[in-house]
């Protein structure tokens, strides 16, 4: 199917149209840029898959608990409810659906300590007969990531923490 609508697109695309040329240039690129994401996305699950148990494990465990910080950071990013925090956590892992989205047992709690501290507020809105409540960050929360930022800086050159990420998840190899 997808062969015939690229042929298609280039039966079409003999008629010169700048809007239409410029469409279709947009369409290849976002798709070879897709094939790609996707490549890299099974490259992942089999290197994944490829980890002894125990690293497997330890893996699991980093991306499992994203901690209070990371809510609050994520929350700080736009007006957020608990199912779409959960769906980010689970969309950014890099190991993919290798892991369960973050449960409500886990996420729930957590927003609910943030707000009963005063770093985020929750409202309750209606979608249809259903109520959700969307979070959003206050100064108090602003004011925390800005301290826990700024501790960063205080710990002189070192930077243990930040070095740790790059090398181990940033790192090209």
Known sequence: MLNDEKTSLENDSKEFNPEKEGLIESLKTTMTEHKKMHEAYHEQKKLFKSLPKYDRKLLKGIMKGPGKI????????????????????????????????????????????????????????????????????????INTLSRIRNLNKCR????????????MFFKEE
């Open 70 to 141: 990371m809510i609050l950071w994520l929350i700080s990013k736009g007006r957020v409810h608990g199912y779409e925090i959960m769906t980010q956590l689970q969309g950014d892992s890099p190991v993919g659906d290798k892991l369960k989205t973050p449960s409500p047992s886990k996420i729930y709690p957590i927003l609910h300590d943030l707000e009963k501290n005063g770093l985020i507020e929750g409202t309750w809105e209606y979608h249809g007969k259903r109520k959700v409540k969307y979070y959003e960050i206050n100064s108090e929360g």
């Open 156 to 167: 002189g050159k070192t930077k243990l923490l930040e070095e740790f990420m790059k090398d």
